[in-house]
């Protein structure tokens, strides 16, 4: 193989190396971004979300460790917002809905969704997901640093404003 041929192919095997390495170091990556959506129990069993049955995932969510929300223009039915089921939430997302247990329904959903300061202008989805929700522009260095931080210290964060939140306080989160 002449030394051009080698050079490039070389350099070919390098880039594929690095971002190997770039994805195995940081799995969320493969999923660029949190769902918006939201889904009946039904579809996220079907959709292989969870590993259990409709029944075993109420019993979950009796358990808070999944959030539903009403249909809109609706005043029974639940429907689960998505972007719990990414990992690594389900496995963090527990502690935070219990401090949320004297809120009413729409103020936890609310909670999740929304915007704060103290979390550098992310959502608490975001920050504990890691991911920006798929309908947000692009993300400031800043934010980028807390959803690149190790899952225990954004799950740290996110609880931290969960308290504030919680106790109808606001303060800065460091």
């Given at each position: 193989m002449p030394g051009a041929g080698r050079d490039?192919?070389?350099a070919a095997a390098q880039q594929a190396f690095d971002a190997t390495v770039i994805a195995l170091n940081h799995p969320q990556s493969a999923s660029a971004s949190l769902p918006v959506t939201r889904l009946r129990a039904a579809d996220v069993v079907a959709?292989?979300?969870v590993a259990m049955s409709q029944a075993t995932l109420y019993r979950a969510l009796e358990q808070r460790r999944f959030y539903t929300t009403t249909p809109r223009g609706k005043t029974?039915?639940?429907?689960?917002?998505a972007w719990q089921f990414v990992e690594p939430v389900p496995e963090l997302i527990g502690s935070v809905l219990e401090q949320l247990s004297t809120l009413?329904?729409?103020?936890?959903?609310a909670f999740w969704v929304t915007r704060a300061d103290e979390?550098?202008?992310?959502?608490?989805?975001?920050?504990?997901?890691g991911l920006p929700f798929a309908t947000t522009?692009?993300?400031?260095?800043a934010q980028r640093f807390l959803l690149d931080q190790p899952a225990v210290v954004r799950q740290q964060k996110v609880s931290e404003f969960a308290q504030q939140q919680s106790a109808g306080k606001a303060g800065i989160i460091s």
């Open positions: 490039a192919l070389a959709q292989g979300l029974i039915g639940r429907l689960f917002p009413p329904g729409t103020q936890i959903h979390l550098n202008e992310l959502s608490p989805a975001e920050v504990l997901a522009g692009s993300l400031h260095p």
